[in-house]
């Protein structure tokens, strides 16, 4: 079956680290996207990708980094210059109009 | 302004209430409407693709109005399973196909 997978589901890190959340999807979509959800809050952009070998920030892009070299693999990096990684992470992907987004079973990371 | 804003919650309603949630949207290239539930600490879960003549399914009923940007999602005879967090996303063309959530809005159905 075809869907998105994260990778790991709980990550603790200190402070300092740069740590990488991995997001694999195998629909063939174009469309790969990261958001950051804090408790009681919804989803908030922090990259987008439409192609291959480009990307956008969203909102909230300072501090992350992705890369985008497949099109099945959409890397998020939070660098250390994040200065409040603890959150719940999730990977999107999509085909465009009136189709349903996808999202990865999510990434907890805590910085201890 | 928010890109897109939700009803604030929380919304605590009686089993069987007739509950409706609302959402609006800045940008007029916006092109794509969703509803999603997010059960907590889930990933969100389609609940309705939101079209221009509206769409219902079973107790669920979802409304696009693009004069006025906003889009509505109306659920008749809540089930205590109703009780969700309930996104709106909005997909701005202009934007390279980016993908905006709104804040949410929670849902509790009591007995």
């Known amino acids: 079956d075809g869907g998105i997978t994260q990778s790991p589901k709980y990550l603790f890190r200190k402070e300092g680290q740069n740590v990488t959340l991995s997001c694999e999807q195998n629909?063939?979509?174009?469309?790969m996207y990261w958001y950051r959800q804090d408790p009681g809050q919804g989803l908030r952009l922090i990259y987008y990708s439409q192609i291959v070998n480009d990307f956008q920030k969203g909102d909230i892009a300072e501090g992350y980094s992705v890369s985008r070299e497949k099109k099945e693999s959409f890397p998020l990096t939070v660098t250390s210059a994040q200065k409040n990684p603890t959150a719940f992470y999730l990977c999107?992907?999509?085909?465009?109009?009136?189709?349903?987004?996808?999202f990865g079973e999510g990434s907890w990371l805590t910085v201890v | 302004r928010k890109e897109v804003e939700q009803d604030p919650g929380p919304f605590n309603v009686p089993e069987g209430a007739t509950v409706a949630f609302n959402c609006t949207y800045s940008?007029?290239?916006?092109?794509?409407f969703f509803w999603y539930r997010q059960d907590c600490r889930k990933e969100p879960k389609l609940l309705m693709s939101v079209y221009s003549s509206g769409n219902e399914d079973g107790r669920f009923t979802a409304q696009l109005n693009r004069a006025s940007q906003y889009i509505s999602l109306l659920i008749r005879d809540s089930k205590l399973s109703d009780s969700a967090t309930y996104l709106c996303?909005?997909?701005?063309?202009?934007?390279?196909?980016?993908?905006?959530f709104g804040q949410g809005t929670e849902l509790s159905v009591k007995p």
């Open positions: 629909l063939n979509h174009d469309a």
């Open positions: 996303v909005v997909n701005v063309y202009n934007q390279g196909g980016k993908l905006i």
């Open positions: 940008n007029s290239a916006s092109q794509s």
């Open positions: 999107a992907s999509w085909t465009g109009a009136g189709n349903t987004i996808y």
